[in-house]
């Protein structure tokens, strides 16, 4: 039997503008769960401060295992899927969350999903 957990970590943002700053902060996320299927993360929410709102966000693949998916990737709360038909060892992926002002100014923030399944 497999089981899975998820676990998300943030790596700092950064700003482009000089002003404009975004935050993802982490949390464990996910459960033990058997088998193989769909198993999906607590959400997570960035949260844009500085610059001028409104804010927009835009979550996107970075590196690692292309078969963990963003559920909501233009939204500033997010969670991940992966899908598995049978046992893993572990999957790992680097998304980065981008937050735009009203004036274009950017800024990124990083985090890392892990989902580690118990062989």
């Known amino acids: 039997m497999t089981a899975l957990l ?11 503008g000089g002003t404009l700053n975004v935050t993802a902060t982490p949390s464990v996320a ?5 088998g193989a299927g769909t198993w999906t993360t607590n959400s997570i929410t ?5 610059g001028t709102g409104p804010y927009t ?6 590196s690692g295992a292309a078969s963990i998916a963003a559920t909501a990737a233009m939204s500033a709360t997010t ?19 981008t937050a735009t002002d009203s004036a274009s100014h950017t800024a990124t923030a990083y985090v890392t999903v892990n989902f580690t399944g118990n062989l």
């Open 6 to 16: 998820a676990i998300l970590n943030q790596v700092p943002g950064s700003a482009s």
């Open 30 to 34: 996910g459960a033990y769960v058997p």
């Open 79 to 97: 969670a991940w899927t992966l899908t598995t038909t049978g046992p893993i060892a572990q999957k790992t992926a680097t998304w980065g969350v």
């Open 57 to 62: 966000y835009a979550w996107t693949f970075v």
């Open 46 to 50: 960035a949260s844009a401060s500085g």
